[in-house]
Each structure stands twice: as C-alpha cells, then as structure tokens.
C-alpha cells in the first residue's frame, strides 16, 4: 500500500471524523474492513455524513446510487476521497 502525503491522511482523519460524528460510532470500530450495518451506520446516517462531508469539503457527494453500494468503511472512505479529489 502506497504512503500517505500528509494532505491526504488530514483528509481521511478528517472523513473519520465525520462518519464517527455524523454516524454516531465510536471511531474506534471504523477499521477497513468492518461492515457499515455491523458498527451501526445505517442509509439515513449515510445520507447525514454525506451531506456533512459536502459541507466540509464544498463537494458534490450525494446524487447517485452509489453511496448506497458501500458496505464497508474501505468502500465509503475510496468514495469519499473519489469526490473530494
């Protein structure tokens, strides 16, 4: 796995942040490979994080299908960073 620049591991304790906010989990549970229903994130919260992140980031994250899709922190946070960059 590729190192981080400092601009981007900012940007993802950020985005960890956001979901642990917004989704109301402990930051804790928010390792790669967990699945999004195990640690308690459910649609409504992804649409809250997501707007969240738009606010944070002044980026169009919400609108399409594939939020929904995500099952894992990995696969929200690969999303997330899509958006952003």
């Given at each position: 796995?590729a190192?981080?620049?400092v601009e981007?591991a900012g940007i993802?304790?950020?985005?960890?942040?956001?979901?642990a906010d917004?989704?109301?989990?402990d930051?804790?549970?928010?390792l790669p490979?967990a699945?999004?229903?195990?640690?308690g994130?459910?649609?409504d919260?992804?649409?809250?994080i997501g707007?969240a992140?738009e606010?944070?980031?002044?980026?169009?994250i919400?609108?399409?299908?594939?939020?929904?899709?995500?099952?894992?922190?990995?696969?929200?946070?690969?999303?997330f960073?899509?958006?952003i960059?």
């Open positions: 796995m190192e981080l620049s981007e993802l304790d950020r985005l960890l942040q956001i979901i917004e989704g109301l989990v930051r804790n549970k928010l490979q699945q999004l229903d195990e640690i994130v459910s649609a919260d992804l649409v809250l707007n992140i606010r944070e980031f002044d980026r169009d919400l609108g399409d299908d594939e939020l929904e899709k995500c099952v894992t922190v990995r696969q929200l946070l690969q999303l960073a899509s958006r960059s």
